[in-house]
Nanobody
Framework: QVQVAESGGGSVQTGGSLRLSCAAS????????MGWFREAPGKGRRRVAT???????DYADFVKGRFTISLDNAKSTLVLQMNSLKPEDTAMYYC?????????????????WGQGTQVTVSS
């Protein structure tokens, strides 16, 4: 089994930055893809960014140029650096891991999920 746990959420003003971390533990050799997702009140869970073990990254259009995803394989830690935050970025952010490939995998097909960390951006 794999466990993932997020940290680093909080409250910032528009234009501010936050750094989210996700620690993976357990049988991490199973993981081939990790990603960040978010869910705002009344909206479905949406993919924010993913990264494969090959280093390939993919970003949702609404965060391109502002967010950066990275993976420290040695420490099994996933990071999301969020800059130029906007009020519409306010959401619960989730880390997830997958045994398969990132490409073509739907949001709810990820195998392992964290409990989420809240990000609130005020105007």
């Amino acid at each position: 089994q794999v466990q993932v746990a997020e940290s680093g959420g909080g409250s910032v003003q528009t234009g501010g930055s936050l750094r989210l971390s996700c620690a993976a533990s357990g049988d991490t050799k199973r993981i081939n893809c990790m990603g960040w997702f978010r869910e705002a009140p009344g909206k479905g869970r949406r993919r924010v960014a993913t990264i494969g073990n090959d280093g390939n990254t993919d970003y949702a259009d609404f965060v391109k140029g502002r967010f950066t995803i990275s993976l420290d394989n040695a420490k099994s830690t996933l990071v999301l650096q969020m800059n130029s935050l906007k009020p519409e970025d306010t959401a619960m952010y989730y880390c997830a891991a997958l045994g398969g490939r990132c490409v073509g995998t739907g949001v709810y097909n990820y195998n392992y999920w964290g409990q989420g960390t809240q990000v609130t951006v005020s105007s």
